[in-house]
């Protein structure tokens, strides 16, 4: 066991592949973001005799952020259950479904594992800047530390996200950092691949129990692996689990995550050499300050493919083609000695068709995958120089767009001039209404889940 671990975990956007990434037929071009979110687990100790087994979270860049959790072994190898105590503080009450969750798998894989390492523990969450609109920020930030990890001064559910992957991202960073916390590098190493597909499934494991359904995944695989090409796994591998304190939960969840299941294994395809980005080329995102539910959108969607199978298979197809072509003009302009507004017009042209054949599907489904006021900054940021193209990513609607732009100060001026005088209607018919936008300091990240030196989180911890 390690005294005192940290692990963070990348962001993502899905920059092609939207609705498509839910079907093992197609695939999604993943990238990883440099924001990350960041867990740091140390031992804590209890002077009560004899000491309960606890594990206290704390989410210190929001309000009343405090989670204490009672640990128990369930009988008939049900696995580790959490229990939430009333805290000793004025921290809210809320449930944290992901935490809780995330929590409880990890401690129940490491209970098959190891069970005499179990001792209570603390943990802190951290999360870079742009995961979240800073429209509540108190401005008391002075270290560079403290500049990074902001002081939000919200309580949690009322800060707004930017749509960078926030929960798979927690969730990774979490089981990643308590396994490492808890077992010796013999067990668990996220440096070994071995050590990253057991995080990867257990962690998809528990997230996908935490959001209630069997996700495509891919944001926890980039997640843990960073940028790829990414094909989702069978959603049938999940299926048998049942829940935490069910018989045989502990031996099922072992058998998941280390993938020696009777019926079936893991079978996700993790393409890392397919998503490249050429010297020249940077990803950023701008932030609408609004966010999206994107479980309504998703079920419309499917609901529409369903009734119309004969034409969704056509545009899926032809998605399928176009998000392929622009993972080939990818990989053809990183061959490329230099880059120039010439070669990159036929990348400009991919966006467009994409775009097109999203607003399509939109239209067909009744859902704002691209709404028009989406369009309308999406058009004013690729009218400037240097911006090559971009999307509104995943599953589309009013979280940040998505641009591939030129390496060059002069694009990053401009996108900053039009943004900071940029204008919207406040309501806008589409269901929500936009907010400040502004230009994320993100982008590109291939490498995935990592341990990071606390150093970093003096201030916070």
């Not at 798979?168 to 308590?178: C, D, K, M, R």
């Not at 396994?179 to 996908?208: F, I, M, P, W």
Request: with cysteine.
């Amino acid at each position: 066991m390690t005294s005192t671990v940290a692990v963070s975990a990348p962001g993502k956007v899905l920059l092609a592949g939207g609705y498509l990434v839910l079907d093992r037929g197609y695939t999604g071009l993943v990238f990883g973001l440099d924001a990350r979110i960041h867990v740091f687990v140390q031992d804590l100790v209890i002077r009560d005799d004899p000491a309960p087994l606890e594990v206290v979270v704390r989410s210190p860049q929001f309000k009343d952020a405090e989670w204490r959790y009672k640990c128990r072994e369930t009988e008939d190898d049900g696995g580790i259950k959490v229990t939430q105590l009333k805290s000793h503080s004025s921290a809210s009450q809320s449930r944290n479904k992901f935490v809780e969750t995330a929590l409880a798998y990890a401690l129940t894989y490491i209970s098959a594992l190891a069970h005499s390492s179990i001792t209570s523990a603390s943990v802190t969450i951290l999360a870079d800047t742009d995961y979240y609109s800073n429209t509540g920020f108190s401005g008391s930030a002075t270290t560079t530390n403290k500049q990074r990890f902001l002081d939000f001064n919200v309580p949690l559910h009322e800060a707004h996200k930017t749509g960078l992957g926030s929960s798979a991202a927690l969730v990774t960073a979490f089981t990643a950092a308590v396994l490492t916390h808890y077992l010796s590098a013999d067990l668990l190493s996220l440096t070994s691949e071995v050590g990253k597909a057991r995080v990867h499934n257990l962690a998809q494991a528990a997230h996908c129990a935490a959001q209630g359904k069997v996700g495509s995944g891919f944001d926890v695989a980039a997640a843990v692996y960073g940028s790829c090409i990414y094909r989702r796994f069978s959603p049938s591998i999940l299926e048998s689990l049942a829940e935490v304190g069910t018989k045989g939960f502990s031996a099922r969840l072992k058998s998941v995550t280390e993938n020696t299941g009777q019926s079936q294994n893991w079978d996700m395809e993790i393409n890392k050499s397919g998503a490249i980005l050429p010297a020249g080329l940077r990803l950023v995102m701008c932030d609408v300050d609004c966010g999206s539910e994107t479980v309504g959108m998703v079920k419309k969607v499917l609901s529409w493919r369903k009734e119309n199978l004969e034409e969704a298979a056509l545009l899926w197809r032809t998605l399928q083609k176009g998000n392929e072509d622009l993972a080939e003009e990818l990989r053809r302009l990183a061959q490329e000695p230099e880059l120039s507004s010439s070669n990159l017009e036929n990348l400009g042209t991919i966006f467009l068709t994409i775009r097109s054949l999203m607003r399509e599907m939109s239209t067909n489904a009744g859902v704002p995958i691209e709404p028009r006021v989406q369009t309308q900054l999406l058009d004013a940021c690729c009218g400037i120089s240097g911006v090559v193209g971009g999307v509104v990513p995943g599953a589309g609607g009013f979280d940040a767009i998505a641009l591939l732009v030129e390496d060059k100060q002069e694009v990053y001026d401009a996108l900053h001039a039009v943004l900071d005088s940029y204008t919207v209607d406040a309501e806008h018919g589409d269901g929500a209404s936009i907010g400040r936008v502004r230009l994320l300091g993100v982008q590109q990240e291939m490498q995935g889940a990592k341990v990071e030196d606390p150093i970093i989180y003096e201030g916070w911890i």
